[in-house]
C-alpha cells in the first residue's frame, strides 16, 4: 500500500542538526494520520507522499518549515520568588508571554538561576535551527473511521484517549 490521503504511515527517524550531530533517533516506529492533519511536518509529509513500506526519506528543514526562528522576545527574566525553591536549570513551566492573550501559553525552559532572577526561555529548544530528517516507513494502513474523525492516530504507536 503507498501513503496517501487518509493513511496511517509508521516510521523510524533520525534528526540531525546542520552540523551532522545526532539530536533524536527513534528505533521504535511512530505513527501518524497521513493528508494534512498537523502530526509531522508538512515537507516531511510531502516527500513522504506515495512511498511504501521499506522506502527511505530525506528532507532539509529550515528553521521555518520545522520549529520557527528564534525569537528573542520569549526570553523572559523573572524575579527569583515567583518560583519553587527548588527551580534549577532545565526544568519547564507553562506560562503565558508578557503583554499576550492569557490563553496563548508556551512552554519555558528555564536557562539560567541566581539569587535574584530566573531566566525562561519560550522558543522550542531546536527554535532557529536547520534540520535533517531521515526516515524509514515501516507501516502504511488505511485510517479508521474514528482516526479521521478525531484527525490522530490511536493505539499503538498514536495518541489514546
Do not use: W
Not at 2 to 16: M, N, Q
Not at 28 to 53: M, R, T
Amino acid at each position: 500500500m503507498k501513503i496517501a490521503k487518509d493513511t496511517v504511515v509508521s516510521l523510524r527517524y533520525e534528526l540531525f542538526d546542520s552540523a551532522g550531530e545526532l539530536l533524536e533517533k527513534i528505533e521504535e516506529a511512530v505513527s501518524y494520520l497521513h493528508g494534512g492533519y498537523d502530526g509531522i511536518f508538512p515537507l516531511v509529509e510531502e516527500a513522504l507522499h506515495g512511498k511504501s513500506v521499506g522506502d527511505q526519506c530525506s528532507v532539509t528543514l529550515q528553521p521555518d518549515d520545522a520549529f520557527g526562528e528564534y525569537d528573542h522576545e520569549l526570553v523572559e527574566v523573572e524575579a527569583r520568588n515567583a518560583f519553587p525553591a527548588d527551580v534549577a536549570v532545565g526544568m519547564q513551566f507553562e506560562g503565558a508571554p508578557d503583554n499576550s492573550d492569557e490563553e496563548d501559553f508556551l512552554l519555558y525552559t528555564v536557562v539560567d538561576v541566581t539569587e535574584d532572577e530566573v531566566t525562561v526561555d519560550g522558543n522550542h529548544p531546536l527554535a532557529g535551527k536547520t534540520l535533517a530528517f531521515n526516515c524509514t516507513v515501516t507501516g502504511v494502513r488505511p485510517a479508521t473511521a474514528e482516526e479521521l474523525m478525531h484527525g490522530h492516530v490511536h493505539g499503538e504507536g498514536g495518541s489514546i484517549h
